[in-house]
């Protein structure tokens, strides 16, 4: 049997059509999917959207729709994105499933079989954007919600709840022992930081007026959807059959850096009180800027990710997001980035170098008919690159990865210059066979982060129409009210 690598992204909140943040998350967990399947890695790559709660229900109150009628409107906007990007996922997963349900509901009498519910009365802060409660000492200046900075509302109500703090020093201690649990260190140690202080029991129940998955054990409730939302990496693998058994505990959840809290401590307790081992790894990234700003309806300078593809091609967005945007940090966008990054590195890089490389092998009728190089340098450069993209990839260096895959693109067009395998010269078809060679394996290495490409790559190789990969930008002024 395949050794199995479960793989997972957030599932996204569909209150409004996806943007660029939502394409990052996707892409970055699309690289490492690809990557570990090429290992010969028995891959499970969720994705899907959560799509219950008090602001689905206000949202579609607004749309004139029931919250089902919204949610599948919008999570179909998710859906098509995901194939435009080319996301090989195995499952797209809905929380209004009948299968999450189910799933849902068995674990949460599980955790009350356990003794880990009791009842109460809750009074909280609450922001319906991120759906969570807060302690007044979370908010912001203004008093409101620190990711939203919208008013929180104060609730209150008879709910159920959770013995979270009944887990906290095996949260404790299994953060400290593990210190590729939460990937970078910056996200551990805030982790770490908050778990100084003592953890609260969490309201796990909202009332059945609210819309989500109806509570097991008490029809007048419906489960907390930060708990319920959470089970979909398990509903994803079939839990609890034979499936859930080979590929649990998730070898990564790829996450946002606001919702840490959430996966390592919410749910980690969660899975304490079910018997079930931790996930190995949440590696956690940053949000992307727009020209310095922060994403927002009001500025207007949220960007459609389908206009992005549709002017630029797949492979270029995956390609400026894996170079550009840091992988465990904030980034910034800006169309200039954007266009200087693709004209340098995939116009005059990538695709130059191909495009110029076979119109030599076609005038000299060469073609690849060795399996080293005549070159021993290069053979030197490419074992080393491969090396390094191993390296960068298990430890979630996307930028690195590339930076080291161009490394050979560079050593490519230096090669050229030097040789100038176009003129009539003694040991010009074995200068043309090195880079035919060369660019193989560049194909190989580049097809996790942008396998359109390297398809094309390969089949101009073996004799395909030569396209050009990446056309030239010509240089313009962008409006952003365009994206």
């Known amino acids: 049997m395949k050794e199995t690598f479960f793989i997972t992204t957030a599932i996204d909140y569909p209150s409004a059509k996806p943007h660029i943040g939502h394409a990052l998350e996707k892409i970055q967990a699309d690289v490492i999917a690809r990557y570990k399947r090429s290992q010969g890695f028995d891959v499970h790559f969720s994705i899907g959207t959560d799509e219950h709660g008090l602001k689905i229900q206000r949202y579609a109150k607004k749309a004139g729709k029931t919250p089902k009628e919204f949610v599948d409107e919008m999570s179909g906007h998710f859906a098509i994105l995901w194939e435009k990007l080319n996301i090989s996922h195995d499952d797209f997963i809905r929380t209004t499933e009948q299968r999450h349900e189910k799933v849902a509901q068995e674990l949460l009498k599980k955790i009350y079989d356990n003794g880990d519910l009791y009842k109460g009365n809750y009074k909280g802060l609450y922001c319906v954007d991120c759906e969570t409660f807060y302690l007044p000492k979370d ?16 609730m ?5 709840f959770f013995r979270m703090s009944k887990y906290h020093k095996q949260i404790l201690e299994h953060i400290q022992e593990n210190k590729n649990f939460i990937i970078p260190e910056a996200r551990r140690n805030g982790i770490l930081e908050r778990l100084k202080e003592p953890v609260e029991d969490l309201s796990i129940s909202r009332s059945a007026d609210i819309w989500g998955v109806p509570f097991p054990i008490d029809q ?26 080979e590929f649990w505990p998730a070898n990564v959840h790829v996450i946002g850096k606001d919702i840490v809290w959430h996966h390592s401590v919410i749910w980690g307790s969660v899975l304490l ?28 300078n949220v960007i459609d990710p389908f206009g992005l593809v549709e002017k630029y091609g797949t492979d270029a967005v995956r ?3 894996l170079r550009e945007i840091p992988p465990t940090e904030d980034g910034d966008f800006s169309f200039e980035k954007f266009e200087t990054r693709y004209n340098a590195d995939l116009a005059s890089g990538l695709g130059n170098l191909v495009a110029r490389t076979l119109a030599l092998a076609k005038k000299q009728q060469s073609t690849i008919n060795n399996q080293q190089f005549n070159n021993s340098d290069f053979q030197k450069l490419v074992d080393e690159t491969k090396k390094n993209v191993d390296e960068s990839l298990e430890e979630f260096r996307f930028n690195d990865a590339l930076m080291a895959i161009w490394d050979i693109i560079h050593a490519c067009d230096k090669y050229v210059d030097e040789k100038r395998p176009w003129q009539a010269t003694e040991g010009q078809k074995a200068v043309i066979a090195d880079l035919l060679l060369a660019i193989s394996d560049i194909a190989e290495l580049i097809q996790p982060f942008l396998p359109e490409t390297a398809q094309k790559i390969q089949q101009q190789l073996q004799g395909g129409e030569a396209k050009a990969l990446f056309p030239r930008l010509e240089s313009r002024k962008i409006d952003t009210r365009e994206f």
């Not at 912001?140 to 929180?152: F, K, L, Q, S, Y």
């Not at 209150?156 to 159920?160: H, I, K, P, S, T």
Request: charged fraction near 25%; proline fraction near 6%; hydrophobic fraction near 35%.
């Open 139 to 154: 908010l912001d200046e203004n008093r409101g919600c620190p990711v939203h900075h919208r008013p929180v509302e104060e």
């Open 273 to 300: 009180s079910l018997g079930l081992p931790l996930p190995k790894t949440l590696f956690v990234h940053g949000f992307i800027t727009v020209d310095g700003q922060k994403m927002s309806k009001s500025i207007g």
């Open 319 to 321: 390609y400026f997001f």
């Open 220 to 245: 007048k409730f419906s489960i907390f959807v930060w708990v319920e939302a959470l089970m979909n990496y398990l509903t994803t693998i079939d839990y609890p059959n034979k499936k859930f058994k």
């Open 156 to 160: 209150q109500e008879e709910a159920y």
